[in-house]
């Protein structure tokens, strides 16, 4: 099939982040607004960035919850929030005392995530089994995610 006359020739559009230059963004729902080129690039960036973090965030869910898996025996449940310095992950062990044998596994876990998952900073922390009301001093329950465990 021929190309027409508008896809002949076409450059790229080029977003300079030094610029200062004004650019016209039209998007889907045709709601036009007036920005800089350089505003532009950087929204560009972000969106591009927030996609790679994206990815990477729903590797490491992946990652944790196969652990998880493959450490049944020890570990009841599992969960995710979000704090000020990043991510924290508690993972609950089987039993109501603390599980120091488990201890270098949980490290071990910190230290692969650390070096695996670099855009999404996690602590990985172990508390014994603890009824889900009882969590509150350690994350607040509603607004975390579980990734492994009933």
């Known amino acids: ?29 045709e709601d036009r607004f007036v920005t800089t080129a350089r505003e532009a690039a950087l929204a560009c960036r972000q969106a591009q960035d927030m996609l790679r973090w994206k990815h990477e965030f729903d590797r490491l869910l992946t990652h944790l919850h196969e652990w998880c898996r493959e450490n049944k025996q020890q570990v009841s449940r599992t969960y995710m929030a979000a704090s000020e310095d990043g991510l924290k992950v508690f993972i ?3 039993g109501p005392d603390y599980r120091f044998d488990f201890d270098d596994a949980i490290s071990g876990l910190d230290v692969e995530v650390a070096k695996k998952f670099e855009r999404c900073p996690t602590d990985v922390i172990q508390i014994p089994e603890t009824p889900v009301g009882s969590l509150t001093s350690f994350f607040d329950s509603a607004k975390a995610w579980q990734i492994y465990g009933d």
């Not at 508008?6 to 998007?27: A, G, I």
């Open 1 to 29: 099939m021929p190309k027409t006359a508008s896809e002949k020739n076409v450059e790229p559009l080029r977003l300079d982040f030094r610029s200062r230059n004004p650019v016209v963004v039209v998007p889907e729902n």
């Open 92 to 94: 609950l062990t089987k």
